[in-house]
């Protein structure tokens, strides 16, 4: 249930394999056990007092809290140098239980126009019937004037690190000074980047989120979400008054009702969502889930890795093909965001990219209809290559004028890379094209 998080000097590639686990608490299994329990004894009436006041760490019941799923969330905690995590069943629980718990009341979130179609799309339809108001900013790329699109019931600016599908950067250090200098704190969705390519939070960031759909977990078999707090954001203010509410169900030994602040000073922006959101909502992440991801993990920094070098490679021989109108990848010289590249993403950018498809319709269709070794489908981060006509799927959602603030073009075709030798992807891309043109 408590999430209590190892602080060791180990590097990255040690803390994706061992964070969070010690094997002789475990029967010495090498590798975390799946708790596939729904609930856990407690030794007598003291120790359930004492979880249920909660004077203990341990575990209640599997949808707060699970040994497994914790291993989990301290290794992604770990390896984002966050003070608490919570993991829950899927990417889009992660982002709504953050806003929801940002913004409970009412108010406004500042969001950059470069997002996910499901985020997009939810933040119209879903927030404004909850009192929360999603406004786009105009300035996300100019952070010098984006204070002059935060209102008093702004409680929050939400970006992406690498947007979807268009691999856009921002500068998250300059946009984290405007989000602290008015009092909010600052949402960084880090799905594609995962913290090998990328810690939103040494950047400024105080909430991280992840899709652990994606490239965390890496082999498309799982869908998972993750919240990470940094620790630093003060929420004893009056725009937040939701973290100081003192309630029942975390009085004291004496009967003293207390706030998420007293009981979870470390970790009270996750600690609130698990008791109030997942506890009452319930998007909880199975065991099974959790150990998916966790060996997903294993293989994160090689895996990314191999994809950065891939996409590079699929980036540079589509910037020159004849069937091409243009190439959207950070890494390339040439690209808008090169320096940010350069400056904040020193192990590359990312798998995924977007290309424009020079032709008709038609052709564009039969072009997708023509690959082999790609998968057509919406997924990214996966082992495997992957391709998809964005504006029509994942993006479909947005209406005419949503993909044009969003930069979306209809010909826009995005491709995840994954592992396969890149010779063979770009072989199979060749004889697509070739097709197309026929």
């Known amino acids: 249930m408590a999430n209590v998080l190892e602080k060791t000097a180990y590097r990255f ?3 994706r394999l061992r964070a969070g ?5 475990h029967n010495y299994a090498v590798s975390p056990p799946i708790y596939q329990t729904t609930a856990y004894d407690f030794r007598d009436v003291e120790h359930a007092k004492a979880l249920f006041g909660i004077r203990e760490a341990g575990n209640l019941y599997t949808r707060i809290g699970n040994p497994t799923v914790s291993v989990l969330e301290q290794r992604v905690a770990a390896l984002d140098g966050a003070s608490g995590a919570i993991a829950l069943a899927s990417g889009m629980a992660a982002i709504s239980y953050t806003l929801l718990n940002i913004a409970e009341g009412g108010g406004r979130i500042l969001t950059s126009p ?15 019937k909850f009192g929360i108001t999603i406004d786009y900013a105009k ?5 010098e004037k984006l204070s ?3 209102t008093p019931d702004t409680k929050a600016i939400y970006v992406e690190s690498i947007s979807n599908p268009s691999a856009v950067l921002l500068d998250i250090d300059a946009i984290a000074r405007v989000a602290h200098e008015h009092g909010i704190p600052l949402i960084v969705d880090n799905t594609i980047a995962t913290p090998y390519l990328y810690n939103p939070i040494a950047h400024g960031a105080d909430i991280v989120i992840y899709s652990a759909t994606k490239g965390l977990a890496g082999h498309g078999n799982v869908i998972a979400g993750l919240i990470l707090e940094s620790g630093k954001f003060n929420w004893q203010t009056d725009k937040f008054p939701q973290f100081s509410e003192k309630y029942y169900t975390l009085r004291d030994i004496n009967d003293n009702n207390r706030s998420f602040l ?3 000073p470390e970790a ?3 600690s609130r969502v698990r008791f109030n959101y997942l506890n009452y909502f319930g998007a909880a992440l199975s065991p099974f889930d959790a150990y998916l991801v966790l060996l997903g993990l294993e293989t994160l920094s090689e895996r990314i890795a191999k994809q950065v070098q891939n996409a590079k490679a699929l980036a540079e021989y589509l910037n020159t093909h004849e069937s091409v109108e243009w190439v959207r990848y950070p890494g390339l010289k040439g690209s808008p965001y090169y320096d940010l590249a350069e400056r904040d993403f020193p192990r590359g950018v990312g798998g995924v990219l977007a290309f424009g498809f020079k032709g008709t319709t038609a052709q564009r269709e039969t072009f997708l209809n023509s690959v082999k070794l790609f998968h057509y489908h919406v997924n990214i981060g996966d082992v495997r290559s992957l391709i998809v006509n964005s504006p029509q799927t994942t993006h479909g959602e947005l209406e005419s004028y949503e993909k044009k603030i969003a930069d979306i073009p209809e010909n826009l075709i995005r491709i ?3 592992l396969e030798d890149v010779s063979d992807l770009i072989a199979d891309l060749e004889q697509a094209f070739k097709k197309a043109r026929t």
């Open 268 to 270: 009270p922006f996750t």
């Open 114 to 128: 470069y997002l996910y179609g499901g985020s997009a799309d939810s933040f119209k339809k879903i927030y404004p």
């Open 13 to 15: 590639d040690t803390q």
């Open 262 to 264: 007293e009981v979870f």
């Open 139 to 143: 300035n996300i790329e100019n952070p």
């Open 21 to 25: 686990y010690e094997p002789k608490e």
């Open 148 to 150: 002059d699109e935060i």
């Open 416 to 418: 995840s890379a994954g």
